[in-house]
């Protein structure tokens, strides 16, 4: 697949593989997607890059697009990443970014004369986590739709569910990545957001096992999903960092506030309404008790992925202005 | 949980200098950060051998028998007797392995959904290898070439009262089932002694649901008794030989697989019985 369209394309995520895909020599044309009409000069002057400003959400200017710009660059592949980030804000309008425009994108792009492989970037979050389901989540595991379940992942599962429901039944061969939570500003990561407060407080007694993806594992396995010859199906996209939740608070400098686990539902509410953050405990509940580790196997085996950059805290540090004492010492370590 | 600097300072007070060191050469899948997935840690285990120390041989003076017969590498399922009311008898096993074996390996203990549930205890149980007993985990530590210890007895063997002591439950079939499954042998094993350590009282339901246990277990002492603890392993039973894998979809293959390993454990168990010389001795 060398003329490829990616939808979220001023994200961390999807700014990250567009320049990727920009210096890659197999890479013919990149058509870039975003929302943003001035998406800078980062995006505007890579090579090989056509960025296109659109509202996904409007089906007509969807339709247009795909049957004219997508059409006349010949596009062979389509890369969705494009999901509503901020796990605060719900509502009809969300969903329809998140489920409605995923289903749209992928019935148009089935009788598309061009696109020959869709690519579906969901996460790891659509898995449930609990006492009695494996630590090391493989595919099969099941998936977190309970009807308290938060609407940022019942969207995540209904989409990513929407599209593995197309595989083998259409004539385009259908990735599914779940990936790994990217710790990265912006990319609308709950325990970015956890960790860049000034006290991490979590449940007194449990430490759970978690796994962190970095911006350059997480492009590389979208790549990979991109290339692989006949590829098609589920994969879980881990990290390299394998961790405890305890861990990760100390590897970022942050106090560790361990709290009887009632208090923190409350205390992380009124965090989010005084200070207007992300993160919310609800949705983070059982994965802050109970392990959750993606197995990768499968995507190694057939996609030839294996993380191998493991995340690098002191740039994570940087954006939250932390004193230069603290990022000295983080080097050190 | 506790950083990691305090519980390596912690298992150097408590284990001398030659256990720390062949801890080093513990077989453990490091996943970036010196955890494997399920949360195992080497720096915790020395520590929870340190803590374990004095029980094993001082309290219950542990005696091992034929403990050559645990595959010093490879995929093994260790399936053993349970009992005791409270569950001495898996930290001891989990012990005498890491004691017995060189380069000394790691038993991963399958414990009750329940366990993982506790607070602390559940952390500290899976920085020391415990894992939940799902399917997933198990079917994942066999392929990864671990070493299970599954009581396949259940709670209703931990938790049988002191006039059925040595008589075993009927056992359950998941632990044939995946050694067939996986190719994995089983090694038979009768830990004699903890039967007698802790006299249960009664239990009680109310309350036990709040946390996932089947009940909560009144013991007649506080503490375990300081029984002398025996613990046998039998040859290796390599299941896997007589069956095909798909055949671990039988409901009659795994029944009969499960029979014949607990055929082994209550032959142990009776040579302990007949070769100890008393409760406390």
Redesign the interface.
């Known amino acids: 697949m060398t003329r490829v369209m990616i939808t979220g394309a001023t994200t961390p995520i999807g700014a990250s593989f567009v320049r990727r895909l920009a210096f890659d020599d197999a890479i013919e044309q990149v058509l870039a997607l975003g929302l943003e009409s001035d998406p800078g000069p980062e995006l505007l002057e890579l090579p090989k890059v056509v960025y296109r400003q659109i509202d996904l959400t409007r089906g007509r200017s969807l339709r247009d697009l795909l049957f004219t710009d997508v059409k006349q660059l010949g596009i062979e592949a389509v890369v969705h990443t494009a999901h509503h980030r901020r796990a605060t804000d719900e509502g009809p309008r969300i969903h329809r970014l998140n489920v409605g425009v995923t289903r749209e994108l992928m019935q148009l792009c089935q009788h598309h004369p061009t696109v020959r492989r869709f690519v579906h970037r969901s996460h790891g979050a659509v898995y449930k986590v609990k ?8 595919e099969d ?1 099941p998936l977190n739709l309970g009807p308290s379940t938060p609407q940022w992942i019942r969207d995540r599962v209904e989409a990513d569910l929407m599209v593995c429901s197309q595989m083998g039944m259409c004539p385009m061969k259908v990735v599914v990545l779940r990936c790994a939570e990217v710790l990265a500003p912006r990319s609308g990561s709950q325990l970015y957001d956890y960790v860049s407060s000034r006290v991490c407080m979590r ?7 978690i ?1 962190l993806l970095s911006l350059d594992d997480q492009v590389e396995a979208l790549y990979r999903a991109l290339v692989t010859e006949d590829a098609q199906g589920v994969f879980n996209i881990p990290g ?5 939740l ?2 990760l608070i ?1 590897m970022m400098g942050r106090p560790d506030v ?1 709290m009887p686990g009632v208090l923190l539902s409350p205390l992380y509410r009124l965090r989010g309404r005084l200070e207007r953050r992300e993160f919310r405990y609800d949705m983070n509940h059982w994965r802050f008790h ?2 959750g ?1 993606l ?1 990768g196997r499968r995507a190694k085996a057939v996609l030839g992925y294996e993380p191998s950059h ?1 995340l690098r805290p002191t740039e994570l540090a940087v954006h939250w202005h932390m004193g230069e004492d603290t990022i000295d010492l983080m080097r050190q370590q | ?1 506790v ?2 600097e305090t519980v390596t300072g912690l298992a150097r007070r408590m284990l001398p200098d030659a256990r720390l060191a062949r801890l080093q050469d513990l077989q453990l899948l490091d ?3 010196g ?1 494997d ?3 195992a840690n080497r720096e915790w285990i020395g520590f929870g051998a340190g803590l374990m120390r004095f029980l094993y041989e001082k309290w219950f003076r542990v005696t091992s028998h034929d403990a050559h017969h645990v595959p010093s590498s490879g995929a093994a399922i260790l399936a053993s007797n349970h009992s005791g009311t409270l569950p001495y008898d898996a930290t001891m096993i989990w012990s005498d392995v890491l004691e017995h074996t060189s380069p000394p390996r790691l038993v991963r203990p399958v414990m009750d ?2 366990v ?5 205890v ?2 500290f149980f ?1 920085r020391a290898g415990g ?2 007993g ?4 198990v ?2 530590l066999l392929e990864a070439g671990e070493l299970l210890l599954i009581f396949p007895e259940g709670t209703v063997g931990i938790g049988k009262p002191f006039r059925e002591r040595y008589q075993l439950q009927r056992f359950r079939v998941g632990h044939a089932e995946l050694a067939i499954r996986h190719r994995a042998p089983v090694v038979p094993v009768a830990v004699v002694g903890a039967e007698e350590q802790m006299p249960q009282l009664t239990r009680i339901q109310a309350g036990a649901k709040l946390f ?1 246990a089947p009940y909560i277990p009144i013991p007649a002492t506080l503490l375990p008794l300081p029984v002398h603890y025996h613990i046998y392993y039998g040859a290796p039973l390599n299941l896997h030989e007589d069956y095909r894998p798909e055949q671990a979809d039988e409901p009659a293959v795994v029944r009969e697989a499960a029979d014949r390993v607990q055929a082994a454990v209550a032959g142990l168990i009776t040579r302990g019985l007949e070769e100890r010389e008393g409760v406390f001795r």
């Open positions: 006492a009695d389901q494996p630590a090391v989540i493989g595991h449940p007194l007694g449990y430490d759970p096992m796994n390299r960092d394998t961790l405890p305890s861990e100390h361990p109970f392990s580790v197995d493991p | 949980m950083k990691r996943a970036g950060h955890y997935p399920f949360g959904h329940f993982p549930l506790l607070p602390i559940g952390t899976a894992v939940g799902s399917r997933g985990n079917r994942a996932g």
